[in-house]
């Protein structure tokens, strides 16, 4: 199936992380053949499942403009566009709170290229947040197996010093510093609600000071 964005180029997938084992299950995601995607999608399944939150991954609208039917019960998608940019790639509600965040991945040891991120993804997050959301970043370094999360408004100030001549990478450490460091564990494999109830106390104890 050929599939294009919305300019019309050609929408070329990731090839798969996924590999299958026959060894017991590890704490590493890695370990365990899994994607960052994959990691969060069943986490967001193991909250969901305990009535903890409902956080899912959001669905990328397709329009499909050929299809073929090589048997009368079966359609085969041959081309397809993505209708719009897409966003971020989870939301939901989690303690009476909306929750906006996106995962990324890096290579770089030493730091995060900004350049993972589009323009109209922190835009969004941005709206969201100042309607009183809790948007973040999932931030993983692969070479290290390290997973963090950085909250909105650290990702956005990174994110504004590229225009005014700062640099365009986040550095890891200073990412270790604000953000929030999530052990890979066995259920949830990501246990990232811990650092979004941080989050919400540190916004309960900024309201209680006025």
Known sequence: MTIHYPNGHQYH???SRLRHTNQLDSIS???????LEQAVNESNQYYRARN???IHKKPTPIQIVDVSYPKRSA?????????AASTTDYNGIYRGH????????TTNKTSFPLAN???HQIQ???DCFQLGGICFALISFKPSNELFLLNGPDLFSAWDLQSQGGRKSIPKKQITQKGYALPYRFNP?????DAVDKIIATHKGEKNEF
């Open 13 to 15: 997938p990731r090839p």
């Open 75 to 83: 359609a085969v998608i041959r081309e397809a566009y993505f209708q």
């Open 189 to 193: 494999v990501i246990p990232y609600l």
């Open 117 to 119: 991120f589009h323009a």
């Open 52 to 54: 903890k939150a409902v």
């Open 98 to 105: 909306y929750i906006d965040f996106d995962a990324k991945e």
């Open 124 to 126: 969004h997050l941005r």
């Open 29 to 35: 995601h890695a370990d365990r053949g899994m994607s």
